[in-house]
């Protein structure tokens, strides 16, 4: 949201605050905690808060809700009275807000606005989802190249109460082609008849307009930059992607991640106001796919039916065992879907990641043997203990083996790494040590 002159936040009132303490929290709380209060209350009494206040304030705890709040806020409210906070929001936030809204509810809230806020929308609701053209924000400062440095500042007075951010203009030529760009430091301390062109960046930071926002984010973050041009294949500026959108995209495709880690589809709306239907949809599909994937331990089981019968001990072992491997592949494939999210790997780390997992895996396993090799003693005498110690070592070397090659797989099959981890990687695991288990058994036992 564009800077607005706020007074300080203060703490929610309680459910027997009176019609004052009310009052006073509405008028000087800050949006951000105004908004999550309203979101908490009937739209009715909500929107009878947001009316009474100024309008630029309003627009701005209005943005500060949550997009389906928004939505369903529009749908309450006449048209007239939205499209008067429409018009004071941020472009990318009133694109955001008409993506949720069915055709009908936009067409309805679109006569209401100009015809250039008509297009701004219509331009920047067609960017594909997750990309930089859908999180950017056409509300920019811009300044020419043959203006000096007091001319600029004047620009800069006049643009301001229109552009998302002033801390750093960008140049174009007559084109539109980016050609530079300028921090309001080194503005503000050239001097007075330096030309923009002289003094401005010629090589600035940029990302595309179909650029992944996850990319776009990460650029802003390794850059330490408050903003980002966003530019179209011939290098004109569309928009700039600013930093508090950016941490918003990261957030939500750490969601997304955290989603299918747990091999849930990922869905876009919170905890709180997802259905019933939604959460069912989600998670009953990986849920049916690794049931069959657990039919393979099942299988292993039956196959294995008379060395369980002659040495009933086995089975004491067996949820521990195929737990300690799901565990160790969990560990992996969650340490290397982070370092591939981050950049911190990339595919041609492979092979001498997997020597070091190997060496690791092999000193967790032996760590592990040998903590299970006296309880198998106790339980079942020598025999036992070297089967549960070998297919403990073995279990978990494979575990964490499969659990860090999957991720890689995934990439390279331009598949989300992040599927590869949970129960994928424990089912996995879990069927691979049921066969490891009882095959060293029948070495060891001599069956």
């Given at each position: 949201?564009?800077?607005?002159?706020?007074?300080?936040?203060?703490?929610?009132?309680?459910?027997?605050?009176?019609?004052?303490?009310?009052?006073?929290?509405?008028?000087?709380?800050?949006?951000?905690?105004?908004?999550?209060?309203?979101?908490?209350?009937?739209?009715?009494?909500?929107?009878?808060?947001?009316?009474?206040?100024?309008?630029?304030?309003?627009?701005?705890?209005?943005?500060?809700?949550?997009?389906?709040?928004?939505?369903?806020?529009?749908?309450?409210?006449?048209?007239?009275?939205?499209?008067?906070?429409?018009?004071?929001?941020?472009?990318?936030?009133?694109?955001?807000?008409?993506?949720?809204?069915?055709?009908?509810?936009?067409?309805?809230?679109?006569?209401?606005?100009?015809?250039?806020?008509?297009?701004?929308?219509?331009?920047?609701?067609?960017?594909?989802?997750?990309?930089?053209?859908?999180?950017?924000?056409?509300?920019?400062?811009?300044?020419?190249?043959?203006?000096?440095?007091?001319?600029?500042?004047?620009?800069?007075?006049?643009?301001?109460?229109?552009?998302?951010?002033?801390?750093?203009?960008?140049?174009?030529?007559?084109a539109s082609h980016l050609i530079?760009?300028?921090?309001?430091?080194?503005?503000?301390?050239?001097?007075?008849?330096?030309?923009?062109?002289?003094?401005?960046?010629?090589?600035?930071?940029?990302?595309?307009?179909?650029?992944?926002?996850?990319?776009?984010?990460?650029?802003?973050?390794?850059?330490?930059?408050?903003?980002?041009?966003?530019?179209?294949?011939?290098?004109?500026?569309?928009?700039?992607?600013?930093?508090?959108?950016?941490?918003?995209?990261?957030?939500?495709?750490?969601?997304?991640?955290?989603?299918?880690?747990?091999?849930?589809?990922?869905?876009?709306?919170?905890?709180?106001?997802?259905?019933?239907r939604i959460l069912y949809s989600?998670?009953?599909?990986?849920?049916?796919?690794?049931?069959?994937?657990?039919?393979?331990?099942?299988?292993?089981?039956?196959?294995?039916?008379?060395?369980?019968?002659?040495?009933?001990?086995?089975?004491?072992?067996?949820?521990?065992?195929?737990?300690?491997?799901?565990?160790?592949?969990?560990?992996?494939?969650?340490?290397?879907?982070?370092?591939?999210?981050?950049?911190?790997?990339?595919?041609?780390?492979?092979?001498?990641?997997?020597?070091?997992?190997?060496?690791?895996?092999?000193?967790?396993?032996?760590?592990?043997?040998?903590?299970?090799?006296?309880?198998?003693?106790?339980?079942?005498?020598?025999?036992?203990?070297?089967?549960?110690?070998?297919?403990?070592?073995?279990?978990?070397?494979?575990?964490?083996?499969?659990?860090?090659?999957?991720?890689?797989?995934?990439?390279?099959?331009?598949?989300?790494?992040?599927?590869?981890?949970?129960?994928?990687?424990?089912?996995?695991?879990?069927?691979?040590?049921?066969?490891?288990?009882?095959?060293?058994?029948?070495?060891?036992?001599?069956?």
């Amino acid at each position: 949201m564009k800077d607005v002159d706020l007074p300080s936040s203060r703490s929610a009132p309680s459910s027997s605050a009176s019609l004052d303490e009310i009052a006073a929290f509405v008028d000087n709380a800050h949006p951000v905690d105004l908004a999550a209060w309203l979101d908490q209350l009937p739209r009715s009494d909500a929107w009878s808060h947001l009316a009474r206040l100024a309008l630029a304030r309003r627009a701005c705890v209005f943005a500060s809700l949550p997009l389906e709040s928004q939505a369903e806020l529009t749908r309450a409210v006449s048209p007239s009275d939205i499209a008067e906070i429409v018009t004071q929001m941020d472009t990318d936030d009133r694109a955001d807000l008409f993506n949720v809204l069915t055709p009908v509810e936009q067409h309805r809230l679109a006569e209401h606005l100009a015809d250039e806020e008509r297009e701004n929308i219509r331009q920047l609701s067609a960017y594909e989802a997750g990309t930089a053209g859908a999180i950017m924000t056409t509300d920019f400062a811009i300044l020419g190249a043959e203006m000096t440095t007091l001319e600029a500042i004047a620009a800069l007075r006049r643009q301001a109460p229109d552009t998302e951010t002033i801390y750093r203009s960008y140049i174009l030529d007559d084109a539109s082609h980016l050609i530079g760009s300028l921090r309001l430091h080194e503005l503000i301390l050239a001097m007075d008849d330096a030309l923009i062109g002289d003094i401005m960046d010629t090589s600035p930071i940029s990302v595309s307009v179909t650029m992944d926002q996850e990319d776009v984010a990460k650029i802003i973050a390794r850059y330490d930059i408050l903003a980002v041009p966003v530019v179209d294949a011939e290098g004109r500026l569309l928009g700039i992607v600013t930093h508090d959108d950016a941490a918003d995209a990261m957030q939500a495709e750490t969601t997304e991640d955290f989603q299918k880690i747990s091999t849930v589809l990922p869905f876009a709306q919170n905890m709180r106001e997802a259905g019933i239907r939604i959460l069912y949809s989600k998670r009953i599909v990986w849920l049916a796919l690794l049931v069959f994937g657990n039919l393979f331990s099942g299988a292993g089981i039956a196959y294995f039916e008379e060395m369980i019968l002659a040495y009933v001990s086995l089975v004491f072992f067996l949820p521990l065992l195929i737990d300690s491997s799901g565990n160790a592949g969990s560990q992996s494939a969650t340490l290397m879907v982070r370092a591939l999210a981050t950049g911190d790997v990339a595919l041609k780390d492979w092979r001498n990641l997997i020597l070091r997992e190997l060496a690791v895996a092999a000193a967790l396993g032996a760590t592990m043997a040998l903590v299970v090799f006296p309880v198998g003693a106790l339980r079942g005498g020598a025999g036992i203990a070297l089967t549960v110690g070998l297919t403990m070592f073995v279990v978990v070397i494979i575990g964490s083996l499969v659990g860090m090659s999957l991720p890689f797989l995934l990439t390279r099959l331009r598949l989300d790494p992040a599927t590869a981890s949970g129960p994928l990687v424990t089912t996995i695991s879990d069927g691979v040590g049921v066969l490891i288990y009882f095959s060293i058994a029948t070495l060891v036992l001599g069956l």
